[in-house]
């Protein structure tokens, strides 16, 4: 019987003749889906949707991607990926294959990698030895106990002290005969509870030396464990030999010794784009754009929702795409492009010593990678020539608004940074939140406490992480709610990164993303954030300085 594959290459179920084609290809890490991308995902949505076995996986949450392409007769369709593996498998008919199939059952990984099983079957075994198991609770054992004999003798030696002392202050006083016997006795006492003392630690430490013994049998398994892992790693990026439009190939471990961390992270050249434009590469398919989605629950520490578009991760896609995309001509980053208009901030307080302005959204803070892009201090540094020190005395994202305090000297930004630092600054924000899937059953004021880091492999996206976080603390205040939004203050009493936009979105915090957020929600035509008022200390006069600017929305 002849088995019937599905297509990779797919043309579109629906007419799509009437879509212009893009003039350029997509920037990976910040765009709008492409009407094409927009319509090819509906259709994997619909055929992921009909996979039954596949519903509890994808219940836990996928990203896959959509690449609309044009093969050399001009006929236009798409192909689609999803990243890592799915149901145990990485080379399901429907989807791009990937790049390399490590899951090959021959192939030199399946078989190294049994062999690393085999050294962690071996590690699990030393770790549970009876015999290592019952030394470990013994040293824990006859430990207290000897702290406890010890403590005990010390205690004896302390009151045999206090009456001797009360024996010598006694009347009559003790004759030479019984002070001698005193001080021999308290030789004596202590002499014994020196000798206990060493030789609970003999004991102790012959007991440490037997536990040594497997301990170091079990680190000579960790060791190899983690050469065998380290080479295997090693093996496994060159033979993700990864091709470009100009026809070129590197390897990855080639593309990622120009980064900082010189390795590639695990999972690397596994993401959904990298996977689609292999195989349009190989297939002489044109790129013309792409889209990435999500399918299915939120993970527990980062924010994803289902169906919402996500740009391509920075730590592991990053550095693959910045040598797969030369050849295409692909679109400016659009946040460059927003972060060179015109638009100044609006002074809203100002004496000698400071200012607060009102950033604009779309506006950088401080000046990025470009020095063509427009910042605050760069408004600031032009308008205050005269001015010293660091300026800004804090930041907003770029894409929020809202009121920003500047320092017009060295000294009176440091006496208002200390301000920040013991929390005596009162900030206010007001947003508008989408309202979700994830949405909790909101109470109209409450406090959000989720400890925030950085996601090392996709800045500047932040993630809740009870582990490594560090502490976030945001009271809010809903003031309306509509059918599709929420109006809300938000008063952060900490100042992490993406710290209200986090809490808005994540499932544990309210679960409605701020309206436009790109990163953790979906995209409008701004990020609906704006800091709307804060209070401080005067530096130099002492009086409470409040400043408010009402938002335009």
Known sequence: MTQIYEPIFHLFSLPASHIPLPEKFTYPFHY??????????EEVKRYIGSRKEWEAEL???????????????????YLAAFSGNLAGRNDHPYFVPPVYDLLQPQGFFKIEEEQISAINSRIKELETDAAYVNLQEKL????????????????????????????????????????????????????????????????????????????????????????????????????????????????????????????????????????????????KLKPLAMAEFWWGGSPKTEIRCHGHYYPSCKGKCEPILQHMLRGLEVDENPLLAQSMGTEEPETVFEDEWLA??????????????SEEA?????????????????????????ATSGLLLIAKSKEIHRQLQAQFEQRTVKKRYIALLDRSENERLLKQSGRIELPICLDPLDRPRQIVSREHGKPAVTDYRILEISEEQIRVRFF?????????????????????????????GKKADRLYLHAEYIEFRHPVNGKRVCAEKTADF
């Open 59 to 77: 219940s836990l949450g996928k990203m896959f991607g959509v690449l609309a392409v044009q093969d050399e007769q001009g006929t236009v369709g």
């Open 374 to 398: 427009n910042s605050v201090y760069r408004f600031i540094r032009e308008k205050y020539p005269e001015a010293t020190g660091p300026l800004l005395v804090h930041r907003l994202d770029m």
């Open 32 to 41: 709008t889906p492409h009407p094409l991308c927009v319509l090819a995902a």
């Open 492 to 520: 952060p009493l900490t100042g992490r990164t993406h710290q209200l936009r986090v809490h808005a979105a994540h499932p544990q915090g309210l679960g409605c993303p701020i309206t436009g957020d790109t990163l953790y």
């Open 140 to 283: 824990k054992v006859e430990t207290q106990q000897a702290a406890e004999a010890l403590q005990e003798a010390k205690t004896a030696l302390k009151a045999a002290k206090q009456a001797r002392d009360m024996r010598r202050q006694s009347s009559p006083a003790p004759s030479e005969e019984e002070q001698a016997a005193m001080i021999e006795e308290s030789r004596f006492r202590k002499a014994e509870v020196k000798r206990m003392e060493r030789k609970a630690q003999a004991r102790l430490e012959a007991l440490k030396a037997e536990i040594e013994v497997h301990e170091e049998a079990i680190r000579e398994q960790k060791a190899e464990r983690k050469e065998r892992s380290a080479a295997l790693q090693q093996k496994l990026f060159g033979r993700f030999r990864m091709l470009n439009a100009k026809g070129e190939v590197k390897d990855l471990c080639s593309i990622f010794a120009q980064t900082v961390g010189k390795v590639p992270p695990a999972g690397a050249g596994e993401c959904a784009l990298p996977k689609l434009l292999q195989y349009a590469y190989l297939h």
């Open 356 to 369: 607060v302005i009102n950033k604009p959204p779309g506006m950088l803070s401080v000046p990025g990678k």
